[in-house]
């Protein structure tokens, strides 16, 4: 028999041709490709899909600004406690161990009992870390109150990615995760906004605790009766029906290798039998009663009892993630952002609140506007603008888009960030006037923006049935590096002058965002190389009983 198996995952013909060889850029090809299921996420309504792209967004928000609230109440903790700045700064360090492991041992959770069991799990530690940050009297207070914050942080580290994937197909994947760094990079920068504001106030540095736990409870509550679970595995539904289990996806062994049969070379006429283009989808009402949606757990359909085993099983199996150049790459980007984070906000507190400046609590809340600016400018690039450029990109190359495309949009990044960080270094370290660091503010926020969309994007189409498993590893990574340079910051502005920390760290920026290159090169080479390990990876999971 011919193999008609899918092409190398990251190559997907996004518009056909016609008869006459012209493409039909007029209607794209839905990747993946809706069942007939009316439960099936991508089956929703525009309203119940974008309702639920809010909440998840909204989630990462709230988690990334009680993850970032705390500087704001370091002078208040030093002042009323005794606690120094150093014991702050290992908090700091914890709270990223927590975010990136706690990822990690929670994410089988998501494939065993639905998505919506992690969500509520990690918004009540977030809750409990608030009160405990609210009711600090010590400086182990301090430490574990940042690991429970951390760890409510980690369902938005690769479960709202996943979520995102559930219910918006390939072709709008950029934006979709733009509005999620957007989020994300809004809770980051505002976070510090507002705890300043109310460190600044007559309430005092302990109601930025209490305010995330107002929020944070009402969010439980809506989160609970508004979140539908997404949990829909489209490989044990055929044409509607629950069956038996299919045959794991075959992958061809040359990966793109054209073939008679393949989607690459089918005749239009051929495949438009079988293709759903963008137009066709019709809204139908869920076969599911509103109880069933809202289920604290949905179970996936090889559970077998509680699922300890099972839950083990995965988490050993997960580690293999690690093995994929596109989950270590994308790690290395969204964490160097991250790392960059503690450097400026260390030189925002421990520089601006003296002289020439003399700011404030609140005033230095401020200083996360330009970054908010520009991640939202980074964010749209990133987001909407990849996917006009890989649609642009596609025309020009017969109807095919490759993942790498996308990173072609990296480059910018790699000039406009390290020359953010260097300015905001060297406008602190000589006292300049607040136009010109604030402006390098812009552009780190621009960096962070872009250069985390393109790279998750980038790893979500390259190996589109491992989204949660490849934004796991992404999270380590991160998180890890994060850590480190958490830890590293305060010896290194020890060492040297703020001007040489900050050039040297903006030159690591621009090697770290120039790893595109190599990936736009070699990256389609490195799909193929690991395709076999893909598909064993994909048909082990599957198999886990």
Not at 30 to 39: T, V
Not at 267 to 279: F, I, T, Y
Not at 296 to 310: C, D, E, H, S
């Amino acid at each position: 028999m011919e193999n008609s198996s899918p092409s190398l995952p990251g190559t997907v013909r996004l518009y056909d041709q016609q008869a006459d060889g012209a493409l039909d850029a007029s209607e794209i090809t839905l990747i993946p490709q809706p069942s007939s299921n009316p439960d099936d996420p991508l089956r929703w309504s525009p309203a119940r899909r974008y309702w639920h792209a809010t909440l998840v967004c909204f989630i990462a928000a709230l988690t990334a600004a009680t993850s970032n609230d705390a500087g704001s109440a370091a002078d208040g903790q030093n002042a009323e406690l005794g606690i120094s700045y150093d014991q702050i700064n290992n908090a700091a360090g914890v709270l990223f161990i927590a975010i990136g492991y706690m990822t990690l041992l929670l994410a089988p959770m998501v494939t065993l009992y639905g998505r919506r069991l992690n969500y509520l799990i990690c918004i009540l530690m977030g809750l409990g870390g608030a009160i405990w940050f609210a009711r600090i009297q010590s400086s182990s207070d301090s430490i574990g109150s940042q690991f429970f914050v951390g760890a409510s942080e980690s369902c938005a580290e690769a479960l709202v990615q996943t979520s995102l994937s559930d219910v918006f197909f390939q072709h709008q994947r950029g934006t979709v995760l733009g509005f999620y760094v957007l989020s994300t990079n809004i809770g980051t920068y505002l976070g510090p906004l507002i705890g300043g504001y109310i460190a600044d106030s007559t309430l005092g540095w302990r109601w930025i605790g209490w305010f995330a736990v107002i929020i944070s409870g009402g969010t439980l509550v809506v989160l609970y009766f508004g979140l539908e679970e997404t949990t829909f595995d489209r490989r044990h539904i055929l044409d509607g029906q629950s069956g038996e289990s299919p045959e794991p996806p075959a992958f061809s062994a040359e990966g793109d290798t054209e073939k008679k049969g393949s989607p690459l070379q089918e005749p239009l006429q051929e495949r438009r039998a079988s293709l759903v283009h963008v137009g066709e989808l019709e809204s139908l009402p869920s076969r599911k009663p509103y109880w069933k949606r809202i289920a604290l757990i949905t179970p996936a359909p090889n559970l077998k009892g509680v699922g300890f085993k099972q839950y083990g099983l995965r988490l050993w199996h997960m580690l293999r993630v690690f093995t994929f150049p596109a989950v270590l790459f994308a790690g290395l980007q969204w964490g160097a952002q991250d790392a960059w984070l503690t450097f400026y906000l260390t030189l925002e507190e421990d520089n601006w609140y003296g002289p020439p400046w003399n700011y404030t609590d609140a005033q230095d809340a401020v200083m996360n506007v330009p970054c908010i600016i520009g991640s939202f400018i980074g964010c749209i690039y990133g987001g909407y603008f990849s996917d006009v450029f890989v649609r642009w990109m596609a025309r020009r190359h017969g109807g095919i888009a490759e993942a790498e495309h996308r990173l072609w949009l990296m480059l910018p990044a790699a000039i406009i960030s390290p020359l953010g960080l260097i300015l905001f270094g060297i406008g602190t370290n000589n006292g300049w006037s607040w136009r010109v660091p604030y402006v390098g503010l812009g552009f780190i926020g621009f960096g962070w923006g872009c250069a985390g969309d393109l790279s998750m994007a980038y790893l979500m189409d390259c190996y589109p049935d491992m989204v949660l498993e490849g934004m796991v590893g992404v999270a380590v990574v991160n998180n890890t590096l994060g850590m480190i340079f958490t830890f590293a910051t305060g010896s290194w502005l020890d060492a040297q002058s703020v001007t040489d920390v900050m050039c040297e760290i903006g030159a690591l920026s621009c090697v770290f965002i120039l790893t595109a290159v190599p990936m736009i090169v070699w990256g389609k080479a490195a799909r193929r190389w690991t395709l076999r390990r893909y598909k064993d990876f994909i048909t082990t999971r599957d198999q886990i009983l």
